[in-house]
């Protein structure tokens, strides 16, 4: 995800752009969660949080998989021509399974960082939406869904690292 895509336009001065807020949503940093739960003692901690946040990971990358293809999320209903279209597949998202296929996550365990995503180049659009196609949020409705799961299991709290990230005090 390197830069805005060309025909989105600027945010306004002080906004974050709907692309650097899915950057930030899919970056989850272990440094921030150690200083946040340990008072800044990151290295002893260092393996343990690489561990929790790659569980966090896979709890997101399985729920987004697992969502495309379904309304579970209340998304738009897909228009009737791109069902026909689709040989009458009323399932949004998924069509060759291409989408579905290409989630991924990475953690640098060095760094304490986490991304999940998709090198898709029609996941941006389809997760924040466009003029033409509606927004539905595979990524960012699949990290929220499973928040509960995550801190139960991991104590990562995406909401919280999402707000820092933004810069908004939750």
Request: proline fraction near 7%; charged fraction near 25%; include cysteine.
């Amino acid at each position: 995800m390197a830069g805005e895509p060309p025909d989105w336009p600027s945010p306004p001065s002080g906004m974050h752009s709907p692309w650097q807020a899915l950057s930030v949503l899919m970056g989850l940093s272990g440094e921030r969660l150690a200083r946040a739960e340990h008072g800044g003692e990151v290295e002893s901690f260092r393996d343990k949080l690489a561990d929790r946040l790659e569980e966090a990971c896979k709890i997101v990358q399985e729920e987004a998989k697992r969502v495309i293809g379904t309304y579970e999320y209340g998304w738009p209903r897909l228009k009737p021509e791109t069902v026909v279209r689709k040989g009458g597949a009323d399932t949004p998202l998924l069509e060759t399974g291409a989408l579905r296929d290409s989630i991924e996550y990475t953690v640098d365990r060095d760094n304490l960082t986490a991304w999940v995503g998709s090198d898709d180049p029609i996941a941006p659009y389809q997760e924040l939406g466009t003029v033409t196609i509606p927004a539905r949020s595979f990524l960012a409705g699949a990290a929220m869904r499973k928040e509960a799961e995550i801190v139960r299991k991991t104590g990562v709290s995406v909401h919280g690292l999402i707000l820092k990230d933004l810069g908004i005090n939750g």
